[in-house]
């Protein structure tokens, strides 16, 4: 099976604009976990989609949205962007039934706001 | 709110010696998860292994060993006979099915994990 894939893997925006993520899970996983890494912050959930709605919501502000298809693939997008949204998110797919199912990762879109 | 810790931010072992990672974390309830999941550089994240709270008996997946104290809210990953390719960045982790954000992972900050030869 095909891991979890992100796209694109870098990307460099400037302050005040928009950026679209994308996150396609491994095969037949329903559920699509977004996370922010930073140095300062560590991991922190931003969202999490199951059968396209929105499942859970972690502390983050409106400017951080997403959706998901019926394909399962998610997109997060962050509108309005700050120096402080710089940072490695990381999406995690898995089958969406038990909650302690493993969590697959996928390797992080780096997003650098200048 | 539930936070996870791991006190130690670096950490250095030989290879094929034994090295243990501290996690504490925070709750009030009583059915929950932990896990620990690796991140190697550059690479992608991976689970190590998992615990349920309910279990009294230690999880174990080959040479990676947890000591959980449900007590003491302590849950430390053993990683024995150390090897190159273990060195990577460690998350400690955990869920509380009954929170609202009930299927979110809270990571704890990482410890740093480097094997030498």
């Known amino acids: 099976k095909a891991g979890v894939t992100q796209t694109p893997r870098y990307l460099i925006k400037t302050r005040g604009q928009q950026v679209t993520l994308s996150c396609s899970p491994i095969?037949?996983?329903?559920?699509v976990s977004w996370y922010q890494q930073t140095p300062g912050q560590g991991l922190q959930f931003l969202f999490e989609?199951?059968?396209?709605?929105?499942?859970n919501k972690g502390n983050f502000p409106g400017r951080f949205s997403g959706r998901q298809f019926s394909n399962s693939r998610s997109e997060m997008n962050v509108s309005t962007l700050e120096l402080g949204d710089s940072a490695l998110y990381l999406c995690?797919?898995?089958?969406?039934?038990?909650?302690?199912?493993?969590?697959?990762f996928g390797p992080g879109t780096r997003l650098t706001v200048l | 709110a539930q936070t996870v810790t791991q006190s130690q931010p670096e950490m250095s072992v030989q290879e094929a010696e034994t090295v243990t990672l501290s996690c504490t974390y925070d709750?009030?309830?009583?059915?929950?998860?932990l896990f620990w999941y690796k991140q190697p550089p550059s690479r992608q994240m991976i689970l190590v292994i998992r615990q349920e709270a309910y279990k009294q008996q230690n999880a174990t997946e080959n040479r990676f060993s947890v000591n959980f104290q449900k007590a003491a809210k302590s849950f430390s990953l053993k990683i024995s006979d150390s090897q190159l390719g273990d060195t990577a960045m460690y998350f400690c982790?955990?869920?509380?099915?009954?929170?609202?954000?009930?299927?979110?992972?809270?990571f704890g900050k990482g410890t740093t994990l480097s094997v030498s030869s």
């Open positions: 995690a797919s898995n089958s969406g039934g038990l909650v302690y199912n493993e969590q697959f």
């Open positions: 989609y199951f059968s396209e709605t929105q499942r």
């Open positions: 095969s037949g996983h329903r559920s």
């Open positions: 709750t009030s309830e009583n059915n929950y998860y």
């Open positions: 982790a955990f869920i509380d099915p009954t929170n609202q954000a009930g299927t979110a992972l809270i």
